[in-house]
């Protein structure tokens, strides 16, 4: 269905949860956070993140270790509830916390009474206003009891980290998990009062064959996945040293990424999943298309959202914050997390204060991957017509009067294109992963 220009995907880009993008991030002065939080209002949303699972898989590059040793986990965990109870401080009267996302690692790896605790503790310190609760879930370490904590809880939005079903590929990923693991877990969180679940999968796996997707494909839809996210491997060793753990020689090309990328658009847009920006699908029901019908939309560090609120605080180690003005990165090492937030303060030291011109260009960004068009400024017209003129002559974007358009068969192609305004790329290119 898509057309394969390989020339035109030849530049490694970021994925663009965030512009500027956090390898833009550089030292901010003490206090930035602080006064962020201090100065927001309206809707809030948070993001916690853990970072433990049971096991690692050879594929990940998040912040993430073995949950094995109890007392680092507690030890981490006592730090989190600090650090909810600083921002509880320091958030202002007016502001409403209406959305709650735990991510990681995986969530699942801690105890149940743990996980409750946390949720007791963002009861108590922050102003909570009926908000949506979401979780990311690993299925190998999910147990029955989830599902009665799920439900406590209020979650409704869940997200598995499946990844793909085909035996040999969960082998050489390190992510070895059964069929009847996966179906048991979705009944447990549909009991538990699921309503939207995700199930993320990859493309480009070692020794993945196009077969392999198709079945994967078809699993999900039938276990009733009302998203699905249908990420490409990105194999960067240099950056992720646990990677070398999968051989580089029995991984699919780029021409075969490519059609196994298009093929998962034919696929679930034939079976009647909405396409979600470039790399996400949900049935029509989903909160996720429904904002894609309204036009709204968003994109942030979790992705592709429907979350309008234009403040996220992220809690927890490594985890980013983003304001209007600002993106700021907590302490990534855990030790030095823990450290300073037993003294309560917070560990964001990292980060970047964004420009008006920052924000202007994120907006477009932004626009071209959650809207697929734009109405361009002439000074940004004027800076990119000569890059966007091989994606226009192929079919790939169309350019009507200031209006930028992505169609459907050049949405492999987005981040490409939206790479065009990133100043920051033009002045400091790096090492991104490939748009396919």
């Not at 796996?205 to 990105?234: C, M, N, W």
Request: glycine content about 10%; charged content about 20%; aromatic content about 8%.
């Amino acid at each position: 269905m898509w057309t394969y220009i390989p020339e035109l995907l030849a530049t490694a880009v970021p994925r663009y949860t965030s512009y500027p993008t956090a390898a833009d991030f550089g030292p901010l002065p003490d206090g930035t956070l602080e006064r962020a939080i201090g100065g927001v209002s309206g809707d809030v949303s948070l993001y916690l993140h853990i970072p433990f699972c049971e096991a690692i898989c050879f594929y990940c590059g998040c912040n993430t270790a073995v949950s094995g040793k109890r007392a680092r986990v507690e030890a981490y965990l006592a730090a989190l509830h600090q650090e909810i109870a600083t921002v509880g401080s320091l958030m202002p009267q007016g502001a409403r916390v209406r959305r709650i996302a735990f991510g990681g690692g995986s969530p699942n790896a801690v105890h149940t009474t743990d996980f409750l605790a946390l949720v007791d503790a963002l009861h108590a310190h922050l102003p909570l206003a009926g908000p949506e609760w979401s979780i990311e879930l690993d299925p190998r370490s999910l147990t029955a009891e989830w599902s009665g904590v799920i439900a406590e809880t209020g979650i409704t939005r869940a997200s598995m980290g499946v990844q793909t079903f085909a035996a040999h590929c969960q082998k050489a990923i390190g992510r070895e998990q059964s069929l009847s693991m996966i179906c048991r877990s979705t009944e447990w969180l549909r009991n538990g009062g699921v309503t939207s679940l995700n199930f993320d999968l990859m493309y480009g796996l070692p020794h993945q064959s196009e077969a392999d997707l198709e079945d994967s494909l078809d699993y999900t839809r039938k276990l009733g996945a009302d998203r699905i996210a249908v990420f490409g491997y990105a194999h960067v060793p240099h950056l992720v040293p646990r990677q070398t753990m999968i051989p580089a020689d029995a991984l699919p090309g780029a021409a075969a990424r490519f059609t196994m990328a298009s093929e998962a658009h034919r696929i679930l847009t034939g079976h009647g999943y909405d396409a979600i920006g470039f790399d996400h699908f949900a049935l029509p029901h989903d909160p996720m298309a429904r904002a894609v019908r309204q036009g709204t939309l968003r994109r942030n560090f979790q992705g592709f959202t429907d979350d309008p609120s234009e403040v996220l605080i992220g809690l927890g180690a490594s985890a980013i914050s983003g304001f209007p003005g600002l993106l700021a990165q907590n302490e990534k090492h855990t030790g030095r997390y823990r450290q300073l937030s037993a003294e309560g303060r917070l560990s964001a030291s990292h980060g970047i204060a964004r420009s008006d011109e920052d924000q202007r260009r994120a907006a477009v960004i932004e626009s071209l991957l959650c809207r697929g068009e734009v109405m361009l400024p002439d000074d940004l017209l004027a800076e990119t017509s000569a890059r966007l003129a091989p994606f226009i002559s192929a079919g790939l974007a169309e350019l009507r009067g200031n209006r930028l358009s992505i169609p459907t068969g050049g949405l492999p192609y987005a981040r490409v294109i939206a790479a065009l305004f990133d100043a920051y790329r033009a002045a400091a290119p790096r090492t991104f992963s490939s748009a396919i």
